[in-house]
């Protein structure tokens, strides 16, 4: 598949299903009300197959535990979190998969009412293939005279759309723009993964595990990018799906002063977090805040062994090269995407002998991300290629696949000279 296009995924309209997969909905909350109610509520309204759903609620310290007592048609399971300084959604969010049993991990907060097809829509994904990560929409509404008598009403005769049509309602236009930048993210953009939002999300397992789950920050938004960030690496296919619409319950109300406050206890990490030049525009201080700090890019030099002397060009190469590119040696391979999962926006490789400068791997770097080109060569006067640079997200769509990364994300030469 080229890139993120998931249109060229798109089943027959006329093909036959039979849903098969379990699905684990993750939800974490705290002091709930009765949001918890309206959601277990509409997942009880859902299309999909009832006896293929758990839910897994992860009380993050409620002042009141957490009890369910109303019977539904899919098990319940709630599991109770001490409230420690390490406390937040990410942390909840991971309990919650932990304990669950699910091929397809659903990820909803508490205060989120989904229409009836949101876990149908979903599943779909995943029996095409297990490394799509579908996305839905989310509409910010005052429901605050959304009763359970109501809520019954609207999910039995119709669907929360038509109720809260000619609402006044916030959708998220950021998001909107991104969408149309990227063509609903079948254009393919290193930047892409920042609309990941953990409020509506759908993950296999298996990439919820390659990734190493959430982070656990206790930050609002820094979790969602950063796994996003992530999951994006892993050659995710990051799917929008408008059918999967969710309303989430009360309008936005952060003040601006609340908004600066959360951005400036986000950015002395996201910037270690996350290499992306839309976050790092210079390499963090290794000597000072967080130590998080997750490289730029690893640079293997071929033919150079840890046991020997260090030449004087690796040297300068070490010392030219920002922080944040780390320099290996080529037996170093306990830290390289082809075995393992590494974030970080690209693998470099030198070959045996040849002299490159800081400013041509930064160049390589740059094209990778500006342009999402899977890999670009660095060649001589005779055309041989003395450095190849590689989108991490490429060589790990490749382990998946079997395609080469030319007919998935494209090449681009670069003379070694320029």
């Given amino acids: 598949m080229e890139g993120n296009n998931w249109r060229a995924l798109l089943p027959e309209d006329d093909a036959q299903w039979n849903p098969s997969k379990l699905v ?4 974490p909350c705290r002091n ?20 293929l759903i758990e839910v897994i609620i992860a009380d993050d310290g409620s002042a009141d535990p957490v009890r369910i007592t109303e019977k539904y048609p899919f098990q319940v399971k709630v599991i109770r979190l001490e409230r420690t300084l390490d406390f937040g959604a990410g942390r909840a969010r991971n309990a919650a998969a932990q304990s669950s049993h699910g091929e397809i991990l659903v990820f909803l907060d508490s205060d989120v009412i989904p229409e009836r097809q949101v876990v149908e829509a979903y599943a779909r994904w995943f029996e095409l293939r297990d490394d799509v990560v579908p996305m839905g929409l989310i509409n910010f509404v ?27 309602i916030d959708e ?8 149309e930048r990227t063509d609903e993210l079948t254009i393919e953009d290193s930047g892409a993964f920042r609309i990941v939002v953990g409020a509506t999300l759908a993950i296999s397992r298996q990439q919820f595990d390659e990734v190493g789950g959430f982070r656990e920050l206790g930050l609002r938004g820094i979790e ?7 999951l994006h690496l892993n050659g995710a296919i990051l799917i929008v799906d408008r059918l999967a619409r969710h309303w989430h319950r009360g309008t936005r109300n952060i003040s601006g002063k609340q908004r600066e406050t959360i951005m400036q206890a986000r950015e002395q990490y996201i910037t270690r977090l996350i290499p992306h030049s839309r976050y790092r525009d210079t390499p963090p201080d290794q000597f000072s805040g967080p130590i998080h700090t997750v490289p730029r890019a690893l640079v293997y030099l071929a033919g150079v062994s840890t046991s020997d002397e260090v030449s004087p060009e690796i040297q300068t190469l070490r010392n030219e090269l920002p922080n944040d590119y780390v ?92």
């Fill in 327 to 418: 320099v290996l040696c080529e037996d170093e391979t306990h830290v390289d995407p082809t075995c393992s999962f590494v974030p970080c926006i690209a693998a470099v490789r030198v070959c045996k002998g040849t002299r490159v400068s800081a400013t041509i791997i930064k160049k390589m770097l740059d094209l990778i991300e500006k342009r999402s080109v899977g890999e670009v060569r660095g060649i001589n006067e005779a055309g041989e290629v003395l450095v190849t640079a590689t989108m991490t997200r490429a060589i790990r769509r490749e382990l998946h696949d079997g395609l080469p990364i030319a007919d998935s994300f494209g090449l681009w030469y670069l003379t070694l000279e320029d």
């Fill in 172 to 179: 998220q236009i950021w998001r909107e723009y991104v969408f």
């Fill in 224 to 230: 969602d990018t950063e796994i996003g960030f992530r």
């Fill in 32 to 51: 709930p009300s009765d949001n918890l109610s309206h959601i277990l509520r509409g997942i009880s309204f859902q299309s999909y197959p009832q006896e």
């Fill in 142 to 168: 005052a429901a605050d005279n959304f009763t359970d008598t109501i809520f019954e009403e609207v999910f039995k005769g119709g669907s929360p759309s038509s109720y809260f049509q000619g609402q006044e």
């Fill in 24 to 27: 684990s909905i993750c939800i």
